[in-house]
Structure formats: C-alpha cells, structure tokens
C-alpha cells in the first residue's frame, strides 16, 4: 500500500517539473510579446534574449527571434536586426516570409549592404505570390508588395543597375502611392545615366512642380540642365542651371 502511495505521489511531481519550463517559456514568450506591442522594444528585447538563452530548441525559437529582429530594427540597431532577420528569413518556420524578407532588406539597405537588400527583398516579393489572401487582407497584401518593391528599387539606384530601375520604376507606375514622386525620380535619374536625354527632358519637366521643396528640387533642375545641354539646348539649359543655384 506504502509504494502505491508512493508512486501515486511521485508521478504528478515529475509531471510538474517536466511542465514547468513550458510554463516558463510561455510567460517569457507572452511577457516579450507584450512589451513589443506597447512599444517597449528595450524590454521586448531582453525578454526575447531570455528566452532564447534559457530555451535553445523551443519550437517558438523562430517566433521569438522574428519578435527579437523587430525589436532591434525599431530601435534603429539594423547591424543585429540584420543578424536576427536572416536566421528568421532562411526557416521553414519562418512565420511570415514576406515582411521578415521587408524588415531583412530594409536593415541590410540602411548598413550598405545593397546587393544583398536587392536579394532579399526579391526573395520577399516571391515569397509573397505565394501567399494565399482572402478579399479582406488583399488591401494589406498590396500594400506590403508596394513596399518590397519601392525598396527594391532603392536598392538597385545605389548599385546603379540603371537597366533594372528604368524596368522596375514603370512597372511600379500608378502603383506607388506615397511613393510616386520618389519612384517618377528615380526612374529619370536611370534614363539620364543611360544617356536617354530625349525621353528624360519630359519626365523632369513633369516632375519640377513636385519637386518643390523635397530633397530631389535642386537635383531636378540640374539634370534637366544637364540633359537640355546634351541636346544642345543652351539657353533652356542655363535656366535651369540657375534654378538648381539659388536653391540651398
């Protein structure tokens, strides 16, 4: 009878111990994802780091360092998002390929590393035609995809693939939102770096009123005088040469 009770007792006690780091896991796990959702990404990332450090081979480890990557990216540390995204993004697991892709492309784009960005944000576009949306998440989904594609296109300027901006920016037309102007630019600048002057005197010409008091205004103008001087045109060109000078 004294075993039996014995064994009777034991039994849920080695239960307990087994569950316990369960338990553990899921309030670090549930403790992190709260303070990422108030903005508390500091704290979100020592919790996650806990987690990571106290259980190696949880199935929630993806989950986790996707959670970790975001953090670090929130608060601009793009060099160890980077890190975090990339294991993230390269998992089976990985719960949300298109926007681990975003986040991956976006921290490698902001410490230099443009040909990589150019890989991976591909990688998120591919990714996300293969995501199947109901009608209500389709407005997400395109949007998502505008973003992809806007920073891919950044990342092709930086590496001056004048070719693929020239390909990427049209297809991109109508499509851009927010982004348009940005997009219409650089779209322009890929034709004047291909010596396309014809086609870009247009586009500039189009682009000058917007380009009012935006970071691209004096840039407007001097190309278009560089393009009007190409094609011989003096006097327009010197308009614009003066244009681009007064603005500081």
Same mark, same amino acid.
């Given at each position: 009878?004294?075993?039996?009770?014995?064994?009777?007792?034991?039994?849920?006690?080695?239960?307990?111990?087994?569950?316990?780091?369960?338990?553990?896991?899921?309030?670090?796990?549930?403790?992190?994802?709260?303070?990422?959702?108030?903005?508390?990404?500091?704290?979100?990332?020592?919790?996650?780091?806990?987690?990571?450090?106290?259980?190696?081979?949880?199935?929630?480890?993806?989950?986790?360092?996707?959670?970790?990557?975001?953090?670090?990216?929130?608060?601009?540390?793009?060099?160890?998002?980077?890190?975090?995204?990339?294991?993230?993004?390269?998992?089976?697991?990985?719960?949300?390929?298109?926007?681990?892709?975003?986040?991956?492309?976006?921290?490698?784009?902001?410490?230099?590393?443009?040909?990589?960005?150019?890989?991976?944000?591909?990688?998120?576009?591919?990714?996300?035609?293969?995501?199947?949306?109901?009608?209500?998440?389709?407005?997400?989904?395109?949007?998502?995809?505008?973003?992809?594609?806007?920073?891919?296109?950044?990342?092709?300027?930086?590496?001056?693939?004048?070719?693929?901006?020239?390909?990427?920016?049209?297809?991109?037309?109508?499509?851009?939102?927010?982004?348009?102007? !940005?997009?219409? *630019?650089?779209? $322009?600048? @890929?034709?004047? %770096? /291909?010596?396309?002057?014809? =086609?870009? #005197?247009?586009?500039?010409?189009?682009?000058?009123?917007?380009?009012?008091?935006?970071?691209?205004?004096? !840039?407007?103008? *001097?190309?278009? $005088?560089? @393009?009007?001087? %190409? /094609?011989?045109?003096?006097? =327009?060109? #010197?308009?614009?040469?003066?244009?681009?000078?007064?603005?500081?």
């Amino acid at each position: 009878l004294r075993c039996v009770v014995v064994v009777l007792v034991l039994e849920p006690l080695l239960f307990a111990q087994e569950a316990r780091p369960y338990a553990d896991a899921d309030v670090l796990y549930l403790e992190a994802n709260g303070h990422f959702n108030r903005g508390h990404y500091a704290q979100a990332i020592e919790r996650y780091n806990a987690f990571l450090l106290k259980f190696p081979d949880h199935s929630k480890r993806v989950n986790v360092r996707y959670g970790l990557g975001l953090s670090l990216f929130q608060l601009k540390k793009y060099r160890e998002a980077g890190e975090n995204l990339n294991i993230v993004a390269a998992k089976k697991q990985c719960p949300d390929r298109p926007r681990a892709n975003y986040f991956l492309g976006q921290s490698l784009m902001a410490t230099g590393k443009y040909a990589e960005a150019d890989k991976v944000l591909g990688n998120g576009i591919k990714a996300l035609s293969n995501v199947l949306t109901v009608p209500k998440d389709k407005a997400v989904f395109q949007k998502l995809e505008q973003s992809l594609k806007v920073s891919r296109l950044g990342a092709l300027v930086h590496l001056r693939n004048w070719e693929d901006v020239v390909k990427e920016s049209d297809d991109l037309k109508g499509k851009a939102g927010t982004h348009a102007f !940005q997009v219409s *630019f650089q779209g $322009a600048l @890929a034709r004047y %770096e /291909l010596k396309q002057f014809k =086609e870009v #005197l247009p586009l500039l010409s189009a682009l000058k009123k917007d380009a009012k008091d935006t970071p691209y205004e004096q !840039q407007s103008h *001097f190309l278009l $005088a560089e @393009a009007l001087r %190409e /094609l011989e045109k003096v006097p =327009e060109a #010197l308009e614009e040469y003066e244009a681009a000078a007064k603005i500081r």
